[in-house]
């Protein structure tokens, strides 16, 4: 009676506890939270994102060799019982019984029921729930599925859950390399991590990874052979620098990997991403990548040195950390300054140790001291004054104590020999304070080659390619003038550059050109050849600022835009993203094309999940195709431009790199076009430009807008980063000349008249221009825009702008002088 009490009892106990159990059918559906990888185009992982570092393994591509460690280390009978070992459990009773320690006996099985199902609070409830649910799974699941879920699902310290994880974290291995030691010691980490690490508690680790192995033996899965060999063996690791880091292959987190991460959390949700295994094929070129780095950082850099000012890096180690070597080595580590500088070889942290009449003494980051140490010499800091706390300025700098004292932390670099590339000296380096962003892409397929977004992204991660809005300036031009070229008018259309005096509610608006001249009765393409504001403003005034509004809408440069004619010349704000994917559709012949950081996602199953290109290759897979002929595409795309608008504009911008305001910064063995953009007192400067294969632009200005100062354009600030990065471009990929669209004639004209010319005409004052069939130049007519024209003006001469007599809009008459000022409206952009 008594013992069918007691069976009654626990009969009772857990059908009461058997109520209302989560479902175990959800296990055979359940998904881990795995990394998300990004690939380059070679194939080669660049990045990883991951709340929980996982690496999902099916139970088949699982070695037994791990399998045998756990099993014997957690549960040897795993094969054998269902869901619960009644026998290991009997014996821990007793054990305990005797006075010896308490141990839970759980099975693989009861773990993941508790990983999975259940809390991890030691009472006797929920083991009681574990005992039900674990004996449920198994008439659900097969042993190998569990067996998977269990080595996918565990935490192995070190950020590590699961085995493949683990492997590559401690040993920088994949499972099918593990030897059967280091499987051993993977398989003492379940149940205490954090107290056997491979260093800090070695001694203790191998104890634990010696008896894995024997019970390895004793189960029949190692030879005695092979477990004499493995218990010999030393335990090396990761953690002791035994092994490279798999952190080791992969490059430095940058903008670009860093904005596919912000704009697949937003198209697939943050969670999906950080926890869904994709794999990530992404757009970049990592050779050019660099490119661009280098390129831009080349140009903030030659920027701040102009200005002649030494900030630093405002970090400092104490007097004490500067004792011996070791110390301030491992201090010097510990300080947060960007390390991912190369431009003209790589950028290194360094301390200030000793400060001399002359020289400084550094010791400088992961580089041995030699003989006679290092040195910042007095030549080196001639070129800057130091900025005070105050914010004011020293005296001009002559020597390294001018500028450095003891336990400054600075960055240097190699200043190497031009001749040869032999070591000269180091010298020194800051981040600039003016900021800018790059971004370059394919024009017919959206791939974007190359994006950076800033000097150096340790520095700051705000991506200034993406996420900075700024002024275009006359970077914006092309598209006043694309909205004209569909509306009828021609690149000879005669345009008057003339004073425009505009009444606003705040006061009165008086545009200029950069030059303070105005020039008469232009033709469109001189007009933005020099970029000329007088002249983009009557052409938007006659076009009508709604049509450029909605010609900005369409190219994707603004939502929607202001209809002020102030934004004609490219006062308000937009991305560097928008605006090269914009050009992007001036270089393929008005076809719409979407910029991408990403060709292809797939999910941890590896089905493809989004595709970016979504054009009809219909002989890719056709084995007969010459090798020296392309495949046919189908473009099944949006036509946002007319195509002979399209090669019109291409033609008046290639103008802009020839003669304009880029030909002293441009200068490539193929066909170029492009636009420069100044903004009011150069606070941004751009250069947009293109080939017939891949658009890139390049903006510069302070992260919080100021002038740039006198002398500074798009041209010579933003044209040497278009060209140092297009150079390695065509190098790499080649180019040709622009795609001339059927439905036109050429035409030659006199690019400043607009004058008709015969077909024999030559001389630097001649252009071919390309008409529509039907369409050619009128000679005499010319556009203002509504706005009157100084009685006074010359025609076709250059004419200084000194005090001129006008008509305003109101029918008034006023006098222009040469100090007129834009007045209290930005005009955006200058030049």
């Known amino acids: 009676m008594g013992v069918a009490l007691v069976a009654i009892s626990i009969g009772a106990v857990f059908y009461v506890y058997g109520q209302d159990l989560p479902s175990t059918e959800a296990l055979a559906q359940y998904s881990p939270p795995t990394i998300s990888r990004i690939y380059s185009g070679e194939g080669k992982i660049i990045d990883e994102f991951a709340r929980e570092r996982r690496l999902f393994v099916p139970a088949e591509e699982i070695p037994d060799l791990v399998k045998q460690a756990f099993i014997s280390a957690e549960d040897k009978n795993f094969y054998n019982h269902k869901g619960y070992d009644a026998r290991g459990m009997a014996a821990a009773a007793i054990e305990a019984a005797q006075g010896g320690r308490l141990r839970g006996a759980s099975t693989i099985t009861q773990q993941v029921m508790k990983n999975f199902l259940l809390s991890g609070d030691r009472s006797a409830e929920r083991k009681i729930k574990e005992l039900i649910l674990s ?55 379940p149940k205490k991590p954090s107290n056997l690490h491979p260093v800090r508690h070695k001694e203790a680790a191998i104890n634990r990874r010696n008896f894995v192995l024997r019970e390895m033996k004793e189960n029949g899965y190692l030879t005695e052979n092979i477990y004499e060999a493995s218990i010999s063996q030393p335990l090396l690791s990761v953690q002791a620098g035994d092994y490279e880091s798999f952190k080791s292959a992969l490059p430095p987190r940058d903008y670009f990997t860093d904005e596919i991460r912000r704009q697949l959390s937003r198209d697939f949700g943050e969670e999906e991403f950080f926890t869904g295994g994709m794999a990530v094929r992404a757009t970049f070129d990592p050779e050019l990548q660099d490119v661009a780095a280098v390129a831009l950082q080349h140009a903030l850099e030659r920027y701040d040195r102009s200005q002649g000012v030494w900030r630093g890096t405002g970090k400092s180690l104490p007097a004490e950390a500067l004792a011996d070597e070791e110390t301030w080595r491992a201090e010097l580590k510990k300080v947060s300054v960007p390390r991912d500088v190369k431009a003209d070889g790589q950028w290194y942290p360094a301390v200030v140790l000793r400060v001399g009449n002359n020289d400084a003494q550094i010791g400088i980051e992961d580089v041995p001291d030699d003989e006679d140490g290092h040195f910042i010499v007095a030549k080196d800091v001639t070129w800057a004054r130091k900025q005070l706390e105050d914010g004011s300025l020293g005296r001009q700098a002559r020597v390294a104590g001018d500028l450095l004292e003891v336990g400054d932390v600075v960055l240097v670099r190699a200043l190497t020999s031009d001749s040869d590339g032999s070591f000269v000296r180091w010298t020194l380096r800051q981040v600039p304070e003016v900021q800018g962003g790059f971004m370059a892409m394919d024009v017919n397929n959206g791939r974007v080659i190359a994006m950076q977004g800033g000097f150096s992204y340790q520095d700051s ?20 003038y694309a909205s004209a070229l569909d509306s009828g008018y021609s690149p000879a259309t005669i345009v008057i550059d003339a004073p425009i005096e505009i009444n606003t509610p705040q006061g009165l608006w008086r545009p200029r050109n950069s030059s303070n001249k105005f020039y008469g009765p232009t033709p469109l393409r001189t007009g933005i050849e020099q970029s000329r504001n007088l002249m983009t403003i009557r052409l938007a005034q006659e076009v009508g600022m709604d049509t450029v509004a909605n010609y900005a809408r369409r190219f994707g440069v603004y939502d929607n835009m202001g209809l002020y004619l102030a934004n004609s010349l490219g006062s308000e704000e937009t991305t560097l993203f928008n605006m090269v994917s914009a050009y992007a559709m001036f270089a393929n012949g008005g076809e719409r094309v979407e910029p991408t950081l990403v060709d292809r996602v797939q999910d941890r199953y590896g089905r493809t999940i989004y595709r970016h290109d979504q054009r009809d290759c219909e002989e890719c897979l056709d084995p007969r195709i010459a090798v020296d002929r392309a495949p046919k595409i189908t473009s099944n795309r949006e036509r946002v431009m007319n195509a002979i608008t399209a090669y019109q504009l291409t033609s008046m911008m290639r103008g802009v790199v020839d003669r304009g305001t880029a030909a002293s910064a441009i200068n490539l063995p193929v066909p170029v076009a492009g ?15 293109f080939t017939n294969t891949m658009v890139a632009g390049c ?10 100062g006198r002398g500074t354009f798009g041209g010579n600030t933003c ?9 390695a471009a065509i190098e790499k990929y080649g180019a040709g000349k622009f795609r001339v669209p059927p439905g036109g004639q050429f035409i030659k004209i006199d690019r400043f008249t607009g004058a008709r010319l015969p077909n024999d005409a030559s001389g630097e004052t001649v252009v071919a221009e390309y008409f529509r069939l039907g369409e050619e130049p009128i000679f005499g007519v010319s556009f203002d825009g509504g706005f009157a024209m ?14 001129q007599t006008v008509t305003t809009s109101t029918g008034e008459t006023t006098v222009v002088g040469p100090k007129a000022s834009f007045g209290t409206l930005s005009s955006g952009g200058l030049y």
């Open 461 to 480: 991660v705000f991506n200034r390619a993406t996420q900075a809005q700024r002024q275009p300036g006359s970077s914006f031009k092309p598209f006043v």
């Open 675 to 689: 636009k420069t953009g100044t903004t009011n007192e150069a606070r941004d400067v751009w250069f947009v430009g």
């Open 135 to 189: 004996n449920r799974v198994e008439g659900v699941l097969d042993k190998e599925k569990i067996l998977e879920l269990y080595l996918n699902e565990i935490f192995l310290g070190q950020n590590s859950y699961g085995v493949a994880a683990a492997a590559q974290t401690y040993f920088n291995k994949t499972l099918a390399e593990l030897q059967p030691h280091e499987a051993a010691y993977l398989a003492t980490l």
């Open 790 to 803: 100084g009685s006074n003006l010359p025609l076709f001469e250059d004419a200084a702008q000194g005090g």
């Open 719 to 727: 044209g040497p980063v278009f060209q140092e990065f297009m150079s």
């Open 699 to 708: 903006y510069i200005g302070h992260d919080q807008p100021r002038p740039l």
